[in-house]
């Protein structure tokens, strides 16, 4: 069983930056969705277990940056220039594979999630 358990959410005033980390044990490509209120959850970014291929939504794009250390075992997202239709619930996500997905369906994992709250 994989747990994943993000962190590093809060308040922010638009145009500023905040990290996510999420802590996960094993050999699994991993990504970054978010749902905000009345929506459907949507992919943000999706990195695989070598770290050497990245995907993002369009909408993320130049401002959001995804990462791990597989040494300590976390995923970060950098999230810069936040705007107030980033706020959402942030989930880290992680699939039995190596590869990176930008497909909700192909992961079987997920965390808890972590609110992102960007005031205007």
């Known amino acids: 069983q994989v747990q994943l358990v993000e962190s590093g959410g809060g308040l922010v005033q638009a145009g500023g930056s905040v990290r996510l980390s999420c802590a996960a044990s094993?050999?699994?490509?991993m990504g970054w969705f978010r749902q905000a209120p009345g929506k459907e959850r949507e992919f943000v970014s999706a990195?695989?277990?070598?770290?050497?291929?990245?995907r993002y939504a369009d909408s993320v794009k130049g401002r959001f940056t995804i990462s791990r250390d597989n040494a300590k075992r976390t995923l970060y997202l950098q999230m810069n220039s936040l705007k107030p239709e980033d706020t959402a619930v942030y989930y880290c996500?992680?699939?039995?594979?190596?590869?990176?997905?930008?497909?909700?369906?192909?992961?079987?994992?997920w965390g808890q999630g972590t609110q992102v709250t960007v005031s205007s």
């Open positions: 996500a992680a699939r039995a594979y190596t590869d990176a997905s930008d497909r909700s369906a192909d992961y079987a994992y």
């Open positions: 094993g050999r699994y490509a």
């Open positions: 990195i695989s277990y070598s770290g050497s291929i990245t």
